[in-house]
């Protein structure tokens, strides 16, 4: 199984950014994709989950983010809009068998994960 990353970059606040996840290695659309965020000396947080089930959002995204995955292209995405200075960090993606209804952000619950994409916005 493998998860890679892309999309990240720097922006100015109120800006856009779309990131990709391509996956290989499994059928992926059968599991709880999901997308995690981390800062230095902070621990990794949950963004959003999808699976067949629906999605889930963080609070602080909400409104903001939109997480959605192309079953064809075997690719999960991060549509994030209105992006605010606080959500400078490294982004990574995730992949569990496990629906994502039961502890959709505890990271110990993820299998696989990707090497990360950074993503900086500047005031």
């Known amino acids: 199984v493998q998860l890679v990353e892309s999309g990240g970059g720097s922006v100015q606040a109120g800006g856009s950014l779309r990131l990709s996840c391509e996956v290989s290695?499994?059928?992926?659309?059968?599991?709880?994709m999901a997308w995690f965020r981390q800062t230095t000396g902070k621990e990794r947080e949950g963004v959003a989950s999808i699976d067949s089930g629906g999605t889930t959002y963080a609070d602080s995204v909400k409104g903001r983010f939109t997480i959605s995955q192309d079953n064809a292209k075997n690719t999960l995405y991060l549509q994030m809009n209105s992006l605010k200075p606080e959500d400078t960090a490294m982004y990574y993606c995730a992949a569990r068998t496990l629906a994502c209804y039961w502890q959709t952000f505890r990271t110990d619950r993820y299998g696989h994960w990707g090497q990360g994409t950074q993503v900086t916005v500047s005031s």
């Open positions: 290695g499994y059928t992926y659309s059968r599991y709880c």
